[in-house]
């Protein structure tokens, strides 16, 4: 089955205790993006991904790191997290190009929540 | 820069009656505009998408979308509401057809009434 695989789920953790969220697509995508969902403000990226090596930043970066050294895995990085990172993480992919572009695929999403 | 605006961020429809959730977009160049819904604890999923073929959009569960360049809108209607409808759903906007820089709206809510 076609799916963009995110983990943790949910996860409660302290301010300043690094954490990684896994991202893991088996689709063959290009391009792959973390967002988070917030109340009332939709979607914002944070950081995307147009290839193995290949990364820049969205619109909402500041304190996140991500690394793309596999084309399937894209895992988002908090070196240090503070309770204006609690939110919901989604990670999606889709092809570059032709009739699949901008088509996302997105995990189910993982619920953080610094204390 | 590429913006869309989604007006009411809570709908509720009774089960039967016309679904209408507006969009308008803000782009500098021709734009492709797309619908996502998102389920209850579920990622988002694509409705439909608009890519300048056809102004009218046809896309999955009976929903469509009309793209209207005069009043830079991008509205999802479906004429029959359904319980499994309930839903928030997500307009956005792309300057590009090549890669997923997407600008998500906020959202808008929709609960259905029996």
């Known amino acids: 089955e076609a799916q963009v695989t995110q983990n943790p789920r949910y996860l409660i953790t302290v301010t300043g205790k690094k954490l990684t969220v896994t991202c893991s697509q088996n689709m063959n995508h290009e391009y792959m993006s973390w967002y988070r969902q917030d109340p009332g403000l939709g979607l914002r990226q944070i950081y995307y991904?147009?290839?193995?090596?290949?990364?820049d930043k969205g619109d909402v970066p500041e304190g996140y790191k991500v690394s793309r050294k596999e084309k399937r895995n894209f895992p988002l990085i908090l070196e240090s997290p503070s309770p204006n990172q609690t939110s919901l993480y989604f990670c999606?992919?889709?092809?570059?190009?032709?009739?699949?572009?901008?088509?996302?695929?997105f995990g189910a999403g993982s619920r953080l929540t610094v204390l | 820069a590429q913006s869309v605006t989604q007006l009411g961020s809570h709908v509720s429809v009774s089960e039967g009656a016309l679904v209408l959730l507006r969009c308008n977009y803000s782009?500098?160049?021709?734009?492709?505009l797309f619908w996502y819904v998102q389920y209850p604890n579920q990622g988002l999923q694509l409705l439909l998408k608009y890519t300048s073929a056809a102004t009218l959009v046809k896309g999955i569960n009976g929903f469509e979308a009309e793209f209207k360049k005069s009043e830079t809108s991008f509205h999802l209607t479906k004429p029959s509401a359904h319980m499994s409808d309930a839903a928030e759903y997500f307009c956005a906007v792309s300057e590009s057809d090549s890669w997923g820089k997407l600008q998500f709206g906020a959202g808008t809510q929709v609960v259905v009434t029996p």
């Open positions: 782009s500098s160049v021709p734009p492709y």
């Open positions: 991904s147009m290839n193995v090596e290949v990364t």
């Open positions: 999606a992919s889709s092809l570059l190009g032709g009739s699949g572009a901008n088509v996302l695929t």
